[in-house]
């Protein structure tokens, strides 16, 4: 079962326009988000996380934004580079039950078209 | 700073064969880490270390995975014997402490023939 959903495989996007990466969740006790990005034969490396007492993180051109009630939250970057191309990992934790370990979703393989 | 470290980067083994992966994490880092990664699946937990205590290996199927950590820095996966669905890329990820941000190595492709 799982519990963390990126139902989107692959997303293409023109370079300049906005990229809006998808992530659902069923586990109520997730109360920390984060996504992680990664380059083929290299490991994921964290981008941006958010808490659950927020509802929308920023960090350049990457933003979080995070709805509780829909178990849901989205990875928005603007403007896209080609170098956003990537497979963006959308990752949940329930701190509340003493365990830090992230549960993964699938991954989605962004495209950024020059 | 340097990474996380691995090695072999590559792996090509027959079923029933045995194989072992080496995971060096960053310096200071008390927290490792072992994941599997399925080809289109996100990354599994198989094993999370705090110094050389394990903290949590519920994940990992103990009748054909090992690991260990004995000196509580370097660490080493081994399954023995393989299945064709071991196939996967293993990653190796440390953190400062249990708390903290987890930094991944570049991971170790398994081919199980």
């Known amino acids: 079962d799982q519990q963390v959903k990126q139902n989107s495989p692959s997303l293409s996007v023109q370079e300049g326009r906005i990229s809006i990466l998808n992530c659902d969740y069923t586990?109520?006790?997730?109360?920390?988000f984060l996504w992680y990005k990664k380059y083929p034969a290299e490991g994921p490396t964290f981008l941006i996380s958010i808490s659950s007492i927020k509802d929308k993180n920023e960090d350049g051109r990457f933003t979080v934004f995070l709805n509780k009630s829909a178990k849901h939250l989205s990875l928005h970057i603007v403007p896209s580079q080609p170098g956003d191309s990537a497979v963006y990992f959308c990752?949940?934790?329930?701190?509340?039950?003493?365990?830090?370990?992230?549960?993964f979703g699938r991954g989605t393989s962004l495209i950024v078209h020059p | 700073e340097a990474g996380v470290a691995q090695s072999p980067r590559y792996k090509i083994i027959e079923k029933r064969q045995s194989v072992a992966f080496w995971c060096n994490p960053i310096s200071g880092h008390a927290t490792l880490y072992w994941y599997q990664q399925i080809l289109g699946q996100g990354p599994k937990l198989l094993i999370q270390f705090q110094n050389n205590g394990v903290v949590d290996d519920s994940q990992l199927p103990k009748d054909r995975f090992s690991a260990e950590r004995l000196k509580g820095v370097d660490s080493t996966l081994k399954i023995q014997p393989a299945k064709l669905e071991d196939s996967a890329v293993y990653l190796c990820?440390?953190?400062?402490?249990?708390?903290?941000?987890?930094?991944f190595g570049p991971g170790t492709r398994l081919t199980v023939l």
């Open positions: 586990n109520s006790m997730f109360d920390y």
């Open positions: 990820a440390s953190s400062f402490d249990l708390y903290n941000e987890q930094f």
């Open positions: 990752a949940a934790r329930a701190a509340a039950g003493g365990s830090y370990i992230p549960t």
